[in-house]
């Protein structure tokens, strides 16, 4: 007999690997990308939140960014 199994791919979403920028206060609110960045390759704008400990990930582009203690 012929063996019929069949393989499952599994396939998972993965956020692209992104940079890392770190931003101050002037930065907010924060949209991705930065109003300095180059727009010729830039994905749509978003604004986005940062989490509780002062970092957040662009779901586009996967850059993350780490909010600098005020000092």
Same mark, same amino acid.
């Given at each position: 007999?012929?063996?019929? @199994?069949? +393989?499952?791919?599994?396939?998972?979403?993965?956020? *692209?690997?992104?940079?890392?920028?770190?931003?101050?206060? +002037?930065?907010? *609110?924060?949209?991705?990308?930065?109003? +300095?960045? +180059?727009?010729?390759?830039?994905? *749509?704008?978003?604004?986005?939140?940062?989490?509780?400990?002062?970092?957040?990930?662009?779901?586009?582009?996967? @850059?993350?960014?780490?909010?600098?203690?005020?000092?």
């Amino acid at each position: 007999m012929e063996d019929k @199994t069949s +393989s499952h791919e599994t396939t998972t979403t993965q956020r *692209p690997a992104g940079q890392v920028k770190k931003i101050t206060d +002037s930065d907010l *609110p924060l949209v991705c990308p930065l109003p +300095s960045a +180059s727009q010729w390759d830039a994905h *749509p704008r978003v604004f986005l939140t940062l989490d509780q400990d002062g970092t957040v990930t662009c779901p586009y582009c996967g @850059t993350t960014y780490i909010k600098e203690a005020a000092g």
